[in-house]
Nanobody, 123 residues
Framework: QVQLVESGGGLVPAGGSLRLSCTASTRTFGTYAIGWFRQAPGKEREGVSC????????NYADSVKGRFTVSKDNAKNTAYLQMNSLKPEDTAVYYC????????????????WGQGTQVTVSS
């Protein structure tokens, strides 16, 4: 069973940047797609971005296109979410998730989740 650990969250002013990391406990990280999701207080968890197992395909929610960039370093068993031009509405707990085959923004497509990391953007 793959285990995922997110890191890199924190408090940042509006317009600032953060880079989240998602590190996996598997030597076969290169065979997994990674999705990024977020959940704000009182709201449902929503898809933010995903990247295919070999990094060749990415997908973004409309709300983050042009601001967020997903990447994957299979040699380091780590995926990243670079977040620029952050807005207060980006405040949420951010989760990464993995699946062998699915790269999309539907949380039902993933079977393994990290514990989440808090991102807070001040206005």
């Amino acid at each position: 069973q793959v285990q995922l650990v997110e890191s890199g969250g924190g408090l940042v002013p509006a317009g600032g940047s953060l880079r989240l990391s998602c590190t996996a406990s598997t030597r076969t990280f290169g065979t997994y797609a990674i999705g990024w999701f977020r959940q704000a207080p009182g709201k449902e968890r929503e898809g933010v971005s995903c990247i295919s197992s070999n990094g060749g395909t990415t997908n973004y929610a409309d709300s983050v296109k042009g601001r967020f960039t997903v990447s994957k370093d299979n040699a380091k068993n780590t995926a990243y979410l670079q977040m620029n031009s952050l807005k207060p509405e980006d405040t949420a707990v951010y989760y990464c998730a993995s699946d062998r085959y699915y790269c999309g923004l539907d949380l039902r497509g993933y079977n393994t989740w990290g514990q989440g990391t808090q991102v807070t953007v001040s206005s």
